[in-house]
T-cell receptor, first 116, second 112 residues
């Protein structure tokens, strides 16, 4: 079974621009979560999508948004980029097999975003 | 406020010996804990997990122990191998939200 895929793997943007990152979950997985990793803040949760609905959101400004499509693929958008948005953006998928969530989140390789 | 803490940023162990990585948490609502291994510029790779209703889970060379009263969990790797060298993150989840809270990571180096 193919793992979580993320495109593009690397991006360079300038301040003020916007960017869209894409994530394809493991086949059959319906939940997609996004995380940001930076040297200063570590790994931080951005948001989770299930059945095209945002179920949970972390403590990030409204410039960070996302969506999920009917095939469970997800995109994340960052508008008006700032230097501090430079980070590794990770997507994780899970099967959503049960509640409480004892299903595991599996991560993709990430998209390295550099803002100049 | 860091809800999940890994107080040791690095750990060096001789090949064949036991590696013990520690993690403390403050939120008593956490009910599911996971360990991930990460190489630079890659996504975290799932290693092992434990539910709060258990105190031990074993998978091959990896064992996770959970002490709820102390709000402490640990990952034991026996025997340690050079290929285990990576950053290890503990993570916790609460209730019905799939929102992992991560520790800051511990760099494990296994010396041949």
């Amino acid at each position: 079974k193919a793992g979580v895929t993320q495109t593009p793997r690397y991006l360079i943007k300038t301040r003020g621009q916007q960017v869209t990152l894409s994530c394809s979950p493991i086949s059959g997985h319906r939940s997609v979560s996004w995380y940001q990793q930076t040297p200063g803040q570590g790994l931080q949760f951005l948001f989770e999508y299930f059945s095209e609905t945002q179920r949970n959101k972390g403590n990030f400004p409204g410039r960070f948004s996302g969506r999920q499509f009917s095939n469970s693929r997800s995109e994340m958008n960052v508008s008006t980029l700032e230097l501090g948005d430079s980070a590794l953006y990770l997507c994780a998928s899970s099967a959503l097999a049960g509640v409480p969530p004892t299903d595991t989140q599996y991560f993709g390789p990430g998209t390295r975003l550099t803002v100049l | 406020d860091q809800q999940v803490k890994q107080n040791s940023p690095s750990l060096s162990v001789q090949e064949g010996r036991i590696s013990i990585l520690n993690c403390d948490y403050t939120n008593s609502m956490f009910d599911y804990f996971l360990w991930y291994k990460k190489y630079p510029a890659e996504g975290p790779t799932f290693l092992i997990s434990i539910s709060s209703i258990k105190d031990k889970n074993e998978d091959g060379r990896f064992t996770v122990f959970l002490n709820k009263s102390a709000k402490h969990l640990s990952l034991h790797i026996v025997p340690s191998q050079p290929g285990d060298s990576a950053v290890y993150f503990c993570a916790a989840n609460t209730g019905s939200a799939r929102q992992l809270t991560f520790g800051s990571g511990t760099q494990l180096t296994v010396l041949p």
